[in-house]
């Protein structure tokens, strides 16, 4: 097979050079799949349509409706309830503040699904909290960021959306049928996993405050613990339409999510009475913000990753891959170091877009890693990459939220840091962790 | 100061129109699913016209509202104190490319359109270019805000995402 080195050339080199010059990755994205376009003579309207088609997909559509979800929540004053229900539970213990924050974030992340979203929403919560109890300003904002994290694992996420999607794609950029993940399958694999990291955070965060003495939490009567735990159920609720909904088979997940978001109109709007109705309006446009991105994204993806599969880049990349190693073990430590790298320097749902075709065929297609275990261990990977320096979002909305510096907040990070490769290690070596709840909940689907 | 109150409607317009689509969307997925637990039966255009026009609509017109606002992400790891020429040309070629793409996006789009222009759509039955009209108006504003950028020149309609996250907020 003839291989185009000039079309690759200039398809990576363009993409490459434009990132580091700042140019948003949508358009370093279109324009290197347009220059190679040209080079390729192909109807400049062939990749404006390849661009459109990518997002003419049903199953997308569950993006825009978790997005949405989210925003209701987070303007109907969710996250408040959420912290309470966390109180109720662990509040009591040493250093009740931190586990409460870490307890949080795991519902919250159940609900909304983002990091980004937990940490401005919690944080803005829990922070001031903390650093009035006597915790750290280090400590709390590096919990807040880290613990965040567990939102992309913990479903229903809308990054689990566009890895199914991002699958769909490679397989038939490498050349084979299409192959369709199960969402609910990949909702299901996210549960042990974003458990486990929060489970050791709240190891880590009890040592810690054991050592630093931090205080313990205020009890609550019966009344009010039942109150607080009724409030804070409603919220969860959401959660548990979208994950139970798509497991049992009555929503597709792109109908689960509008299902939900209608809940969540309904319990904020008429239920919690939190914010006026006219805040919709603000709601949808603040969702249109978070979309730019997002969708703009996957449809410049569609169109470079069509070029990329024009050019056999895939198959080139798996034949790379393989020549270093063929060694399964040793294939999945440098991917998986390759992936924090990248993580560390280019946000979560670009990298989703444009690992998957690339690694996909290699690890799932070649050396027959279940695809499910492949698109968790990517996830939280790319997870680890919003908390760390230079362009992790969630470290810098912490940082702000908790207004110290980007370099203390890192600094606060760091324990986290050690739970969070330790899980990674743990998810991308047993794969029992991440395939159990699937194959047990969702066997043969 | 006409065409600057022009371009603020557009904007405006298309910002609304978007979250129009994003409404109805909602609401014939969730009436689907209703309906189809309820009284085992279903609206037969709602996945072709919730993917395929409503989705690119939103897709396209959400892109030009992130140019607008500086939103897609970057990655920045130049260093901070970078001297002010080296931002300023960074800033400037971001613009450039921007305004390439909304030209592409513009003009290709319009022959896209041109080029199906009598086909129809299967279900239900409408013209085909339907899915692909939100394109040119999107690339024509991503055009005329990074060509601005381009030349320095103030728009005036920075207030637009102020007026819309404050609508319904408690005085």
Do not use: A, E, I
């Given at each position: 097979m003839i291989v185009d080195s000039l079309g690759i050339t200039l398809l990576l080199s363009i993409f490459a050079v434009l990132v580091l010059l700042r140019v948003p990755i949508t358009f370093c994205l279109a324009t290197s799949a347009i220059v190679t376009g040209i080079y390729l003579n192909l109807p400049l309207e062939a990749i404006v349509k390849v661009m459109a088609d990518g997002v003419m997909n049903f199953s997308l559509l569950a993006i825009p409706f978790f997005i949405i979800m989210g925003e209701i929540m987070n303007e109907g004053g969710i996250a408040q309830k959420i912290v309470n229900l966390a109180n109720l539970f662990v509040?009591?213990?040493?250093g009740g503040l931190a586990l409460v924050n870490v307890l949080d974030s795991m519902f919250f992340g159940g609900i909304s699904g983002s990091a980004v979203a937990d940490v401005s929403s919690l944080g803005s919560i829990v922070i001031p909290m903390m650093k009035k109890q006597g915790y750290d300003p280090e400590f709390s904002v590096g919990l807040t960021i880290c613990s965040a994290c567990q939102g992309i694992i913990i479903p229903p996420s809308h990054n689990m959306i566009i890895y199914a999607f991002a699958v769909g794609t490679a397989s038939q950029l490498a050349g084979g049928q299409l192959l369709v993940v199960s969402v609910g399958k990949l909702f299901l694999g996210g549960y042990i996993p974003g458990i486990l990291m929060g489970v050791m955070m709240l190891i880590i965060s009890l040592v810690i405050a054991i050592r630093k003495k931090y205080p313990r939490g205020k009890g609550y009567s019966f009344r009010e613990g039942l109150f607080i735990f009724l409030d804070g159920l409603l919220a969860l609720c959401t959660a548990l339409i979208v994950v139970g909904g798509v497991i049992i088979g009555i929503f597709t997940a792109t109908e689960a999510a509008a299902f939900a978001v209608l809940y969540a109109f309904i319990i904020t709007f008429f239920v919690y009475r939190e914010a006026p109705l006219a805040r919709f309006v603000k709601i949808l446009y603040a969702s249109l913000k978070t979309l730019a991105i997002v969708m703009s994204l996957i449809a410049a993806a569609s169109a470079y990753g069509y070029l990329l599969s024009r050019l056999q880049v895939p198959r080139l990349a798996t034949e790379w891959l393989l020549s270093i190693t063929n060694n399964y073990y040793l294939l999945l430590l440098l991917v998986n170091f390759m992936l924090l790298g990248l993580g560390c320097i280019m946000d979560m749902a670009p990298l989703i877009l444009i690992c998957t075709p690339i690694l996909f065929p290699v690890l799932?297609?070649?050396?027959?890693?279940d695809p499910i275990h492949f698109g968790i261990m990517l996830l939280l990977n790319l997870s680890i990459g919003l908390c760390t320096p230079p362009v992790g979002s969630a470290l810098f909305v912490g940082s702000a939220v908790g207004k110290i510096p980007i370099e203390r907040a890192a600094k606060g990070c760091l324990p986290f840091y050690i739970s969070m490769f330790l899980t990674l290690m743990l998810v991308t070596y047993i794969p029992a962790i991440t395939l159990t709840l699937p194959n047990l909940l969702m066997p043969g689907r | 100061m006409k065409i600057r109150s022009f371009f603020y409607i557009l904007h405006l317009a298309s910002a609304l129109f978007a979250c129009v689509c994003l409404a109805f969307q909602l609401v014939i997925i969730s009436t689907n699913v209703i309906m189809r637990y309820f009284f085992a039966s279903g609206i037969s255009w709602m996945e072709e016209i919730s993917s395929n026009v409503l989705m690119t609509a939103f897709t396209f017109l959400s892109m030009a509202i992130g140019v607008k606002l500086d939103l897609h992400i970057h990655v920045d790891i130049l260093p901070k104190r970078s001297p002010p020429w080296i931002t300023t040309s960074l800033r400037k070629l971001k613009y450039l490319i921007l305004t390439v793409i909304g030209f592409v996006l513009c003009y290709y789009g319009i022959l896209l359109i041109l080029g199906i222009k009598g086909s129809i759509a299967s279900i239900p039955k409408l013209p085909a270019f339907l899915q692909f009209i939100m394109i040119p108006l999107a690339g024509f504003l991503i055009f005329f805000d990074s060509l601005m950028g381009l030349l320095g020149i103030e728009k005036g309609d920075e207030d637009l995402d102020r007026v819309l996250m404050a609508v319904g907020e408690k005085k």
């Open positions: 509040g009591r213990l040493p799932v297609l070649k050396m027959g890693m | -």
